[in-house]
């Protein structure tokens, strides 16, 4: 008999694994931005070169290629879950709040940040300029049919490449708009002001459909096991394709190929996809490994590690602002220190100094995080804090 302590047990467990996830690639991302504020001798473009990359860059570059995948997966995801207990007009005006907020963040305050380091005010537009939008476009893709939703987040996501090919150029008609939809590129703006379109939010948004698509395998009244196994399945299914097509080597992102005498090269050029806009072969293994992930930390939500990661997961957003706003202090107070070492930037020498960094790191910035998703818990009666 399946008594109500049972279900609310239920339902507690599948809404900490979504959060412990969305807490592990929190952590990730902490790494890359790291590697961006005090590695920056070592660009990484994108693919990756992988005749002339520091292994170790071309294999960290991996790693922390799952989290914008996965946290936008989840974006749709976690607004399903909330259109579950809201009428359809209180989930378009939360999307459109949020959307329209999230875009305010990325203008007004991420991209001021890195002014004084780059040579002129530039608008980045990033992962959460990218997400505003795509919450915003959410708004009206959520009223299609499931199946219809499903499909258009697949047709996007597998065949999107196929649009590689056009290239616009500044003054063309549209090239403003194809450069926000699936073109990286400059665009100029008055003033001597530039924006950059780093998250071309075409593919994007097939991933936040797809998010919200498969949101009500995680309705409460879906047995655990089920929902693993269709994770398990849909993980493993990804990871699979992935490893078939980037063999075949004939769509979904660049060739790859063997660098002679040396198999550590040859990984990396194997394992590096385009992100800018994310490719199908950049998708697929970085999505499966989300389900699967998924699925793990329900099966183990009882551990510290899933507990302590569902705090970062508790409040993303504002880890987010904290640990970007954290970074650049320090990065400032060392250049005002000690000066630029390699031209205009201080940067370390040595990408061993990143990974102290960041296990020094951890603890100090989970702190403040836990005391944020408490609040969050406990004052439920501020709405702003929702947003947050």
């Avoid at 201080?346 to 408490?374: C, E, H, K, N, Q």
Wanted: hydrophobic share 55%; proline share 6%; aromatic share 14%.
């Amino acid at each position: 008999m399946v008594t109500p302590e049972k279900t609310a047990s239920a339902a507690g467990l599948r809404l900490a694994n979504i959060d412990a996830l969305r807490g592990f690639v929190m952590v990730l991302m902490l790494l890359d931005h790291l590697r961006e504020t005090w590695f920056v001798n070592y660009v990484v473009t994108d693919p990756i070169d992988a005749n002339t990359i520091l292994p170790i860059i071309g294999y960290a570059r991996f790693v922390v290629s799952f989290c914008a995948p996965i946290f936008v997966a989840l974006t749709g995801l976690g607004v399903y879950l909330f259109s579950i207990n809201h009428t359809v007009e209180e989930t378009t005006a939360y999307l459109l709040k949020r959307g329209f907020l999230l875009i305010a963040i990325e203008l007004a305050y991420l991209s001021p940040l890195y002014w004084g380091i780059v040579p002129q005010p530039t608008f980045w537009l990033q992962v959460i300029w990218c997400i505003g939008l795509c919450m915003i476009a959410l708004s009206v893709l959520m009223r299609l049919p499931r199946p219809a939703l499903i499909g258009f987040g697949l047709i996007v996501v597998g065949f999107h490449n196929l649009l590689d090919p056009i290239r616009l150029t500044q003054g063309d008609a549209l090239f403003p708009l194809w450069a926000v939809l699936h073109q990286r590129d400059t665009i100029a703006l008055p003033f001597g002001f530039v924006t950059k379109t780093t998250y071309p939010i075409l593919p994007w948004l097939g991933v936040i459909s797809l998010g919200f698509g498969i949101g009500n395998w995680f309705r409460p009244d879906v047995a655990p096991d089920l929902r693993q196994r269709r994770l398990l399945l849909l993980g493993f299914g990804m990871i699979g394709g992935f490893i078939a097509l980037r063999l075949l080597n004939i769509y979904g992102d660049r060739p790859w190929h063997v660098v002679d005498g040396d198999a550590v090269r040859t990984i990396i050029s194997f394992i590096s996809m385009t992100k800018y806009p994310p490719s199908l072969l950049f998708l697929l293994p970085t999505l499966g490994t989300g389900a699967l992930l998924l699925a793990l930390f329900e099966r183990i939500n009882a551990s510290r590690l899933v507990a302590a990661l569902a705090v970062f997961g508790g409040a993303p957003m504002f880890f987010y602002l904290l640990h970007l706003t954290v970074l650049r202090i320090f990065y400032h107070s060392a250049l005002a220190i000690w000066g630029p070492n390699n031209g205009k930037a201080y940067m370390f020498d040595s990408y061993g100094w990143v990974l102290v960094w960041y296990v020094a790191l951890i603890v100090p910035l989970y702190i403040p995080t836990a005391w944020y998703a408490r609040l969050k818990r406990r004052r439920r009666d501020i709405v702003w804090l929702k947003y947050f």
